[in-house]
């Protein structure tokens, strides 16, 4: 069983920046790809960016690839999000999810089925 703990939501103005991290409580962080979800009121939750187990492979939707950066330190068991010039439409709540990442990730990183741990969420909110 992994647990995973987010903070770093708020709120903030259009072109600031905010900085998600997520914790996991398991001793084979190291065998996990994580990513991040966001879920805005009244939609479906998406993709945002997911990193694989050894920081070598990174996957960003295609509305943040520029803006959104991930990052991991195995030896803290953490993952980080950062993420520069947000826009009103990045408000949601976001989820660090993990998944124990096989050789199909790289194909399927997109999807919510791949994951098998979610976090409960860190509002992000930004201002026009």
């Known amino acids: 069983q992994v647990q995973l703990s987010e903070v770093g939501g708020g709120s903030v103005q259009a072109g600031g920046s905010l900085r998600l991290s997520c914790a996991a409580s398991?001793?084979?962080?190291?065998?996990?790809?994580i990513g991040w979800f966001r879920q805005a009121p009244g939609k479906d939750r998406t993709f945002v960016a997911a990193?694989?187990?050894?920081?070598?492979?990174?996957y960003y939707a295609n509305d943040v690839e520029d803006r959104f950066l991930i990052s991991r330190d195995n030896a803290k068991n953490t993952v980080s999000l950062q993420m520069n010039s947000l826009k009103p439409e990045d408000t949601a709540v976001y989820y660090c999810v993990a998944a124990y990442e096989t050789p199909y990730f790289g194909g399927s990183y997109h999807s919510t089925h791949v994951y098998d741990y979610w976090g409960q969420g860190t509002q992000v909110t930004v201002s026009s």
């Open positions: 398991t001793s084979t962080f190291e065998l996990f790809a």
């Open positions: 990193i694989g187990r050894s920081a070598g492979s990174t």
